[in-house]
């Protein structure tokens, strides 16, 4: 099993642009999850989606933020316009139901 | 919304010796979760506990569940550099949902 895929590891972006976050689940795993962490607020959850429908976004922090979950494979965090107070490591995970969350190696986002 | 509550924030402790990180919270618990994230890493589950006062071990690791359901300990013996990381406590966050909510994080530090 090849786990949680987050392909890029770190993204370097300048104020203003655009940039999306990408992620694979877990082959058969039906939830997704979104996390952010910084130094100063820990691991926060951002979005979170059952069986590709998003259940609680409450923790997206802005409009600029937006996920969506296309298909039981592929899930994008994108920001737009990205600012640099953005700039933290992002995690997706999954899980099977209750199970345990499995989480990718996190994209590492800079914004300058 | 169900919150835990994880002391200490941070640990420092000389290699050899124990170390012992708390999740409490106010209200009752229907499982909890330990998670460890290395330097640099993402979290990694370790242990579920759904039972009151379980515990389980894993090596030098001991996991307990409060007779209340309303605590957890991790307890680790005889620290090793190998040991050093952030060590989260989550829960359900309650329903059917498979969203966890995490502590803040325990972090341990392991001087040789």
């Keep these: 099993d090849a786990g949680v895929i987050q392909s890029t590891r770190h993204e370097v972006t300048e104020m203003g642009q655009e940039v999306t976050l990408r992620c694979k689940p877990i082959s058969g795993h039906d939830y997704l999850f979104w996390y952010r962490q910084t130094m100063m607020r820990g691991l926060e959850l951002l979005i979170y989606f059952n069986n590709n429908v998003p259940i609680d976004d409450s923790g997206m922090p802005e409009d600029r933020f937006s996920a969506k979950m296309p298909n039981a494979s592929f899930s994008t965090l994108k920001i737009q316009p990205s600012e640099p107070r953005d700039s933290a490591v992002y995690f997706c995970a999954s899980s099977s139901g209750t199970s345990p969350q499995y989480f990718g190696p996190g994209t590492r986002l800079l914004v300058l | ?112």
């Design chain 2, 1 to 112: 919304g169900q919150q835990v509550m994880q002391i200490p924030q941070y640990q420092h402790v000389q290699e050899g010796e124990d170390f012992t990180t708390y999740c409490n919270s106010s209200t009752t618990l229907s499982n909890i979760q330990w998670y460890k994230q290395r330097p640099g890493g993402h979290p990694v589950f370790l242990i579920q506990l759904v039972k009151s006062g379980e515990v389980k071990k894993q090596k030098r690791l001991t996991f307990q569940f409060g007779e209340a359901k309303k605590n957890s300990s991790l307890h680790i013996t005889a620290t090793q550099t190998t040991d050093v990381g952030t060590y989260f406590c989550a829960t359900l966050g309650g329903g059917s949902q498979g969203n966890l909510i995490f502590g803040k994080g325990t972090k341990l530090s392991v001087k040789p």
